[in-house]
């Protein structure tokens, strides 16, 4: 029997581990809006894989962040993508017409920044990565983002961090990516950065690879990414 998003959601949901954020099924009081959140993340992610099941392009980055997918349940989109404060993208580029388009941070969170409380939470390489796929006009659901590690690794100071997936959790993440890719017989794998495109040829998964948009990498990341939907 073939795979289904549904079962692919479904191994998503059951992993926990000491300082990993699991977006599909953890709740902290506080942060989210309510017990709720983490069925309206999973939601969008069954959604968003739903409107791509025939994508040419899966654009795989390392880890998921606290300011991308970890509130909205998408690699690489941020809520401020959703909520239609992209300057570029109009949210139904991500989950169609239709949808019931929600934050799942709480704007009453004292951690929160004016912003963020305001337009939801914003992440730089989500805001470029999406912008590109705009310009590209590669097709609104003819490319899916995704980490190795598909889970949201935090530092011990508290979830509103950031740290490089360990070894382990890299061996973990790749039977996901490996599950996906069966989800997607026709995509070409595209790693973002380097650190990505080692860690799948050391899995023995074939890449092209485009420099990862932070530090400054931005206008390098656009062209490579352009001259990709050329050739392909």
């Known amino acids: 029997m073939s795979l289904t998003i549904e079962a692919f959601l479904k191994h998503l949901h059951i992993y926990r581990a000491p300082l990993v954020f699991n977006p599909w099924r953890d709740y902290a009081p506080g942060l989210d809006i309510g017990p709720e959140a983490p069925q309206i993340r999973a939601a969008n992610l069954q959604r968003y894989l739903e409107l791509r099941r025939r994508a040419h392009y899966l654009f795989i980055a390392e880890g998921l962040g ?51 409380r305001a337009l939801g939470f914003n992440e730089p390489t989500a805001t470029v990565m999406w912008g590109c796929l705009h310009r590209e006009h590669l097709g609104i659901f003819d490319a899916v983002l995704w980490n190795i590690f598909p889970f949201h690794p935090y530092k011990k100071e508290g979830l509103l961090t950031n740290r490089t997936p360990d070894g382990n959790e890299l061996n973990v993440g790749i039977v996901y990516a490996k599950q996906l890719l069966e989800l997607l017989p026709d995509a070409q794998v595209v790693a973002i950065g380097q650190k990505a495109a080692q860690t799948l040829e050391k899995y023995r998964i074939p890449c092209d690879c485009v420099p990862h948009p932070s530090m400054g990498g931005a206008n390098k990341f656009k062209a490579a990414v352009a001259g990709l939907f050329r050739r392909g």
């Open 66 to 116: 606290y300011q991308g997918g970890h509130f909205s349940g998408m690699a690489m989109t941020s809520e401020r993508i959703l909520l239609g404060h992209h300057p570029e993208v109009r949210p139904e580029e991500v989950l169609g017409e239709g949808w019931e388009y929600r934050r799942t941070s709480n704007p009453a969170s004292p951690l929160l920044k004016g912003t963020q």
